[in-house]
């Protein structure tokens, strides 16, 4: 019951999202190739964005609360119901002018392994929030929104500027329901974008490559936080998708609003994340080989603004740096200091590794037959040699390239062929020589044989992929807690500072100042103060006497300090401490101590 009641909420938003999405598709253009799984994909993918912006919108002027997110999910559920009777309309025909052609031996197996790929998938989302940053900020800062229901600047947060807008349909899930649900909102993002993965393997290559391109990314996802790379994904890739519509259909009436379809899911991207604005010169440099004139320029600036201007202008205006903290060299620090960014990017570097290596077939694609005879194939290399790059130049660090995964995943598929063909081909080779030698007739090779074989191969990675899936299920539904008690239990294995946290939550009458409990605010009371960056940092106050530190944090209006133990001589060790700290509460590894009233 616990997992139908969380999958129920979702299909209701799924729905609502595809009412508004196919309202909107509706307008345009069909694509030249059709494809009615796809286009349900867009279409939804389109009204989460279009649900983001209608959150963002009513969160600027405070009316961002329960009842208006209840009223626009049912609009969007009687906007999918009147359309209904249309689209299976539309679809039947779909059918009926291009029937499906049968399946093979070797496409049924590998369809099964990639559903068995998918079972962590499901199953992840089930579990409460355990990850780093969905505590630190990601989760805190929805929850501030879903209970004041405006959009502000909070400082005790490690990111109090950035652009949130993905993390609205968190908030938007907090008013409705609890922290897990927030959960399958980022994993509704990464199935979608498997679908289209899926589906355009199918357009563009062949069902085995759709496998395998859906496997990979399914196997790089991960569907059991509430971070926004996956939706950073989701809107990037389907920039992409209607890019490539705008561009096949571009001779036809009409073809021109897909054109601003993708800079509106490009604008939902960068309203979310700051890396999202890599792509933007790719995109205009692509656009601005068939499209030159003042009118689609300005379709293509107003659309992209819509979702995501709100964030920079804000951010130019209250700071002077659009980008804050990112732009702080160019712009001018105001929370960070420089220190701050030097840390910052040194954290960046010190995670720097190469990405999973199922993506890096991606090389071999080119010498493909795909490649050779799919426009779309190779502009999907060209997005993904431009993706890596500038990862290269810029972060190395892997999570920074999710936005890039799906598409990654697509031709590493391509590549993956290509390479077990080559694999095959060259065993084939070997024993024929060998034969050779022995004075023995070479068995016949036919053109099919190589291509056959390296397709049995391409099955037997997706097998291994779904051995492992198969394996991390049990690890997931491990951590599935449907009981209280069985919350708690989880949470304190895996959330450093639980406890402690959870007693200040009940207990805490004033404000809290943590150290170095930064994964664990969110169960903490709300708002939390304390950070290794920005205006809360410890270096501030690390140098104090304890009479000093306790009527600087009195006189901030703090009453307790809460800190692991493994922290606790560094503190205790201050002069005077022990007048005016006492141990308030101990549990699990870390320590709340309550401020003592210090002489002026």
Same mark, same amino acid.
Not at 319 to 329: K, L, Q, S, Y
């Given at each position: ?145 879903? +209970? ?126 700051? +890396? ?66 030097? +840390? ?27 490649? $050779? ?98 394996? +991390? ?78 009527? $600087? ?25 022990? $007048? ?6 101990? $549990? ?13």
């Amino acid at each position: 019951m616990f997992a139908a009641a969380h999958y129920a909420a979702l299909s209701i938003f799924v729905i609502g999202c595809w009412g508004f999405g196919r309202a909107l598709l509706g307008r345009l253009a069909p694509p030249p190739r059709r494809d009615a799984v796809l286009e349900a994909a867009m279409a939804v993918a389109l009204g989460v964005g279009l649900y983001i912006c209608a959150f963002q919108a009513l969160a600027i002027f405070g009316a961002f609360k329960a009842g208006a997110t209840v009223a626009l999910v049912v609009a969007g559920v009687v906007a999918a119901a009147l359309q209904l009777p249309s689209w299976l309309r539309e679809r039947r025909a779909l059918r009926a002018n291009e029937p499906a052609a049968p399946w093979t031996y070797v496409e049924r197996i590998a369809l099964i392994a990639l559903a068995l790929v998918a079972l962590p998938a499901l199953v992840a989302p089930l579990a409460p929030p355990i990850a780093f940053d969905e505590l630190m900020y990601h989760l805190p800062y929805a929850r501030q929104v879903a +209970q004041q229901g405006s959009l502000g600047i909070h400082d005790w947060l490690r990111y109090p500027w950035f652009p949130y807008n993905y993390n609205l349909l968190y908030a938007a899930a907090l008013q409705l329901g609890d922290d897990v649900l927030p959960h399958f909102l980022n994993a509704l993002a990464g199935a979608l974008s498997v679908v289209m993965v899926y589906r355009l393997g199918i357009l563009h290559a062949n069902r085995l490559t759709a496998c395998i391109g859906a496997a990979i990314w399914l196997g790089l996802g991960d569907y059991s936080n509430a971070l926004i790379d996956m939706g950073v994904a989701l809107f990037v890739l389907s920039a992409c998708v209607a890019l490539w519509w705008w561009r096949e259909s571009e001779p036809v009436h009409g073809g021109m609003r897909w054109l601003g379809v993708a800079a509106f899911c490009l604008g939902v991207a960068a309203g979310s994340k700051y +890396q999202a604005l890599i792509f933007l010169p790719l995109v205009a440099v692509f656009v601005i080989r068939h499209e030159r004139r003042p009118r689609a320029w300005a379709l293509v600036f107003a659309c992209f603004l819509v979702p995501c201007v709100y964030w920079y202008a804000r951010n130019a205006i209250m700071t002077g740096d659009p980008f804050n903290p990112i732009g702080a060299r160019v712009f001018g620090f105001t929370e960070w200091t420089p220190a701050d960014y030097v +840390q910052q990017v040194a954290d960046v570097r010190v995670h720097a590794e190469l990405p999973n290596a199922l993506i890096w077939s991606v090389f071999f694609a080119p010498f493909s037959v795909w490649w $050779k005879r799919s426009a779309a194939v190779r502009a999907a290399g060209w997005f993904c040699l431009y993706s890596v790059a500038v990862w290269v130049v810029t972060s190395r660090y892997p999570r920074y390239l999710t936005a890039s995964f799906p598409l990654l995943a697509a031709v590493a598929a391509i590549g993956w062929q290509v390479l077990f063909g080559w694999i095959v081909s060259g065993v084939r080779r070997m024993f024929g020589a060998r034969n050779t030698a022995q004075d023995a007739p070479p068995a016949p090779v036919t053109r099919r044989t190589p291509a056959r074989m390296g397709d049995w191969v391409a099955v037997l990675l997706l097998a291994v992929l779904a051995a492992v899936s198969v394996r +991390q299920t049990a690890a997931k539904v491990a951590m599935v807690s449907i009981t209280p008690e069985a919350r708690e239990a989880v949470l304190r294995r895996h959330v450093p500072g639980y406890a402690v946290m959870d007693y200040l939550r009940r207990n805490t009458t004033g404000r809290v100042y943590q150290i170095a409990l930064n994964e664990a605010i969110y169960y903490g009371p709300n708002p939390i103060w304390g950070d290794t960056l920005g205006p809360w940092r410890y270096t501030d106050f690390g140098r104090l006497s304890g009479g000093d530190l306790a009527r $600087k944090l009195g006189d901030m209006g703090f009453t307790a300090v809460v800190l692991p133990d493994s922290v606790v001589p560094v503190f205790s060790a201050r002069i005077d401490f022990d $007048k005016y700290f006492a141990v308030e509460y101990e $549990k699990d590894g870390s320590r709340v101590y309550r401020i003592l009233p210090a002489a002026p």
